[in-house]
């Protein structure tokens, strides 16, 4: 099995930072894209952020300019760094990705647990 454990949530205030860790573990061959993704109370999961095995990202227009998400292959981890949050980001933070456990293999996509991230006015 691959397990993502999140890490790096909790209670800032609002124009602050925080960085967001996710880590995958197990039956790994090859990791393609990972990703952020956030949920609200009453809201649906929504994209946060992307990056691919080569480094290629991709923004939610609300993360635009404020969020950096970045990788580190040989740790088959990815991070998810914060700045001037707001009120409105507050939300349990997902990550995920899209792993192959053997060699051609599917591609099979996993979830982490979620850490939740509050950001106060």
């Known amino acids: 099995q691959v397990q993502l454990v999140e890490s790096g949530g909790g209670l800032v205030q609002a124009g602050g930072s925080l960085r967001l860790s996710c880590a995958a573990s197990?039956?790994?061959?090859?990791?393609?894209?990972m990703g952020w993704y956030r949920q609200a109370p009453g809201a649906q999961r929504e994209l946060v952020a992307t990056i691919t095995s080569s480094g290629s990202t991709n923004y939610a227009d609300s993360a635009k300019g404020r969020f950096t998400i970045s990788r580190d292959n040989a740790k088959n981890t990815v991070y998810l760094q914060m700045n001037y949050l707001k009120p409105e980001d507050t939300a349990v933070y997902y990550c995920?990705?899209?792993?192959?456990?053997?060699?051609?293999?599917?591609?099979?996509?996993?979830w982490g647990q979620g850490t939740q991230v509050t950001v106060s006015s």
């Open positions: 995920d990705a899209r792993v192959s456990r053997y060699p051609g293999s599917y591609e099979y996509r996993y």
């Open positions: 197990g039956r790994i061959f090859s990791i393609n894209a």
